[in-house]
């Protein structure tokens, strides 16, 4: 259920669960992007007080990311789970091309969550000349994806058993006309000004890039190997919601769940689900995503938008291997 009244009864009706209790993730190591805050750090917390031995915090801000490592420490789990905290930035293909060339020297990479992300509501370019939300939440991720793909395979084959890699996406890729899709090249389409569109449009469109790449990366990827799937953490309290207009405090109070619950989505996903491999999650259970992804326009899209991000991947992002997926 994709509308406003479906939304409004899952947030009030639904409470996220933990992990099980009994559940040990001993000897497996796990990357969360932009983990210093926010959801990813619940997931953090979560995976460790699920004894995960090894847990990766990549994040944009260093001297933030040592901050929640020194929480994060202090939470349960933390004498027993070695903790690193690693500079990515979405904004900086060297900086994701570095973080692949390291994952490739980890012994095991079990489980990648790809959640940083920001919601900007205003049409700002990022660094690399493209529209921000664009630039990290479908553009970032997406290389992210491609640089830690090999580590997560190479551990799939060594212990038997697939590696997870999860991709966080929203709700609100069902709420967007996406009308940018019928541009010769979308990607350049939305780096103009006029395509913005109003409030949080862009925002939701870079999610449903984020399902529709998820998507086309599964069919690329054996299931064997490494379970690709999109998750939506539900509507929750978090820094990502700083740049909008204070009425976004009166939906906050009415409907959001604790980044804490949110952070069960993310964990649910990349835990559970052993099954879930091209799938979309909401509320800890694999759901059907937006009609229009289901649909011939949609396939399409997701089609396009693939090669267009794996063009300009290999035009710009200079030291990124483009081609650990044909
Ligand atoms: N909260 C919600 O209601 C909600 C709903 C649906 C989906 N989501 C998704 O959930 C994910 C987590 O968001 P959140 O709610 O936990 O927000 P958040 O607290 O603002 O966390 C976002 C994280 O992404 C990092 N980040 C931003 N730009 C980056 C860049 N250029 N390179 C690397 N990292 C960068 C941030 O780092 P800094 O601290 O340095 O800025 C932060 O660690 C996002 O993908 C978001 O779209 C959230």
């Given at each position: 259920m994709g509308g406003f009244l479906g939304f409004v009864y899952r947030q009030w009706t639904i409470k996220p669960k933990p992990l099980p209790s009994a559940l040990s993730l001993s000897g497996k190591t796990a990357l969360i992007t932009g983990a210093n805050s926010g959801l990813g750090f619940e997931a953090a917390r979560e995976?460790?007080?699920?004894?995960?031995?090894?847990?990766?915090?990549?994040?944009?801000?260093?001297?933030?990311?040592?901050?929640?490592?020194?929480?994060?420490?202090?939470?349960?789990?933390?004498?027993?789970?070695?903790?690193?905290?690693?500079?990515?930035?979405?904004e900086s293909y060297q900086s994701i091309a570095e973080l692949g060339k390291r994952t490739a020297k980890l012994d095991r990479l079990d489980y990648a969550l790809l959640n940083a992300g920001v919601k900007m509501?205003?049409?700002?370019?990022?660094?690399?000349g493209?529209?921000?939300?664009?630039?990290?939440n479908h553009i970032g991720t997406s290389a992210v994806s491609l640089a830690i793909l090999p580590a997560l395979k190479h551990t799939a084959q060594r212990y038997n058993t697939p590696s997870r890699l999860i991709i966080v996406s929203s709700?609100?890729?069902?709420?967007?006309?996406?009308k940018?899709?019928?541009?010769?090249?979308?990607?350049?389409?939305?780096?103009?000004?006029?395509?913005?569109?109003?409030?949080?449009?862009?925002?939701?469109?870079?999610?449903?890039?984020n399902v529709l790449w998820t998507r086309e990366l599964a069919s690329k990827v054996d299931k064997e190997e490494v379970v690709v799937n999109t998750v939506n953490p539900g509507f929750c309290y978090s820094g990502l919601h700083r740049h909008s207009a204070s009425v976004i405090n009166v939906f906050l109070w009415l409907f959001a769940w604790t980044p804490e619950q949110g952070g069960r989505c993310l964990t649910d996903a990349l835990v559970k689900h052993e099954d879930s491999h091209g799938?979309?999650?909401?509320?800890?259970?694999?759901?059907?995503?937006?009609?229009?992804?289901?649909?011939?326009?949609?396939?399409?899209a997701q089609k396009k938008i693939w090669d267009e991000t794996i063009a300009l991947l290999k035009d710009e992002a200079i030291g990124l291997d483009t081609s650990v997926v044909t």
């Amino acid at each position: 259920m994709g509308g406003f009244l479906g939304f409004v009864y899952r947030q009030w009706t639904i409470k996220p669960k933990p992990l099980p209790s009994a559940l040990s993730l001993s000897g497996k190591t796990a990357l969360i992007t932009g983990a210093n805050s926010g959801l990813g750090f619940e997931a953090a917390r979560e995976l460790m007080s699920r004894k995960i031995s090894r847990l990766i915090i990549a994040v944009r801000d260093v001297s933030k990311g040592e901050a929640a490592k020194k929480e994060l420490s202090s939470s349960q789990g933390g004498d027993t789970c070695e903790i690193e905290v690693w500079p990515l930035d979405h904004e900086s293909y060297q900086s994701i091309a570095e973080l692949g060339k390291r994952t490739a020297k980890l012994d095991r990479l079990d489980y990648a969550l790809l959640n940083a992300g920001v919601k900007m509501m205003s049409y700002k370019k990022s660094a690399l000349g493209h529209e921000t939300n664009v630039q990290i939440n479908h553009i970032g991720t997406s290389a992210v994806s491609l640089a830690i793909l090999p580590a997560l395979k190479h551990t799939a084959q060594r212990y038997n058993t697939p590696s997870r890699l999860i991709i966080v996406s929203s709700e609100g890729h069902f709420w967007i006309p996406f009308k940018e899709r019928s541009a010769g090249k979308i990607l350049a389409k939305m780096d103009e000004e006029e395509t913005f569109g109003t409030q949080q449009q862009r925002y939701y469109t870079s999610k449903l890039l984020n399902v529709l790449w998820t998507r086309e990366l599964a069919s690329k990827v054996d299931k064997e190997e490494v379970v690709v799937n999109t998750v939506n953490p539900g509507f929750c309290y978090s820094g990502l919601h700083r740049h909008s207009a204070s009425v976004i405090n009166v939906f906050l109070w009415l409907f959001a769940w604790t980044p804490e619950q949110g952070g069960r989505c993310l964990t649910d996903a990349l835990v559970k689900h052993e099954d879930s491999h091209g799938q979309y999650l909401s509320d800890q259970r694999q759901t059907p995503p937006s009609s229009f992804v289901l649909s011939s326009d949609g396939e399409k899209a997701q089609k396009k938008i693939w090669d267009e991000t794996i063009a300009l991947l290999k035009d710009e992002a200079i030291g990124l291997d483009t081609s650990v997926v044909t």
